[in-house]
């Protein structure tokens, strides 16, 4: 079931191309560039990585797009503070690819490696994000945590959204 | 599903023979002879791994037969795949957010590129 009636939301992917890798993809009406910038400035980033509704800001969002650059963000919501993801810049290929660690605050002995490629189809840009993990005990944790840390909230947008669908099909 | 269950059934997912004996189990109940057949295991080591899965909740084994069979017990895979949806959403309705928000920054571009022309 689609989540939204957002553009090209039908065109998301989530896949486990082996044990320790988790594959999202997608497309977005936008250029490479454009989409390349939109991840990777603050000001953008704060406007939709965490933003499920009012109630929820991103408050800290640090990038220091150099190879060897650090990256932090925390996420708020109504029930407080998030634990950070940060991470170090491996490799920048603007805006084609972009390779960088990330680490779960929480469990700070577990990096994973994401990269991310942006490709030209048409008018439109192709986003695959790979994120490789040690092991596939640790790939199926962050299946697992990334709903209980990270956005249980979004089941809240969820909520929202199924009610507005249910609104719609009603009328 | 308590959480500890849950990391049960992560645990004993995390073995390949544990995987494949699950796979085998999939296709119908079958002896743990006959599962150790294509595996180059001792019974014990088998023996070993499905009692991994039925702590996991993963299998169950038959008390009625003398061969106790055993058969696969889709209830924690579901839990399992449930799980992965979830995670699955997240990234659904951020990436949705990141469209919305695209379409925003081409509008903006639009009218700076305007605005020089005006002045």
């Known amino acids: 079931m689609p989540v939204s009636h957002a553009a090209n939301s039908d065109t998301f992917t989530l896949t486990t191309p082996s044990d320790r890798e988790i594959t999202i993809t997608r497309l977005f009406d936008a250029s490479p560039a454009l989409v390349f910038e939109a991840m990777t400035k603050p000001e953008h980033v704060r406007r939709w990585w965490g933003n499920l509704d009012d109630r929820y800001s991103v408050t800290v969002c640090e990038i220091d797009l150099r190879v060897g650059g650090a990256w932090r963000f925390v996420g708020r919501g109504p029930e407080g503070q998030f634990p950070a993801f940060h991470g170090v810049y491996r490799e920048i290929d603007a805006p084609g690819r972009l390779v960088y660690t990330e680490i779960f605050e929480p469990f700070p002995d577990v990096e994973s490696v994401v990269t991310q490629i942006l490709t030209g189809e048409g008018s439109k840009t192709r986003l695959t994000v790979t994120s490789s993990y040690p092991s596939l005990e640790v790939r199926d944790m962050v299946l697992k945590t990334g709903m209980e840390k990270g956005a249980a909230l979004s089941y809240d947008r969820l909520d929202d959204v199924a009610q507005e669908l249910a609104r719609i099909v009603a009328q | ?119």
């Open chain 2, 1 to 119: 599903m308590p959480a500890d269950q849950l990391s049960h059934t992560f645990a004993a997912l995390a073995d390949p023979t544990r995987r494949a004996i699950l796979a085998r189990l999939a296709t119908g109940e079958c002896s743990v002879t006959e599962l150790a057949e294509p595996f180059d295991m001792s019974m014990p080591a088998v023996s070993k791994h499905l009692r991994v899965l039925e702590r996991a909740g993963l299998i169950a084994r038959g008390r009625e037969a003398q061969w106790r069979p055993c058969r696969i017990d889709a209830g924690p895979l579901k839990e399992v795949a449930e799980w992965t949806e979830r995670y699955r959403h997240i990234w659904e309705s951020r990436f949705n957010r990141l469209e919305g928000y695209l379409q925003t920054m081409k509008a903006k571009e639009k009218k700076h590129a305007r605005k020089p022309r005006r002045k």
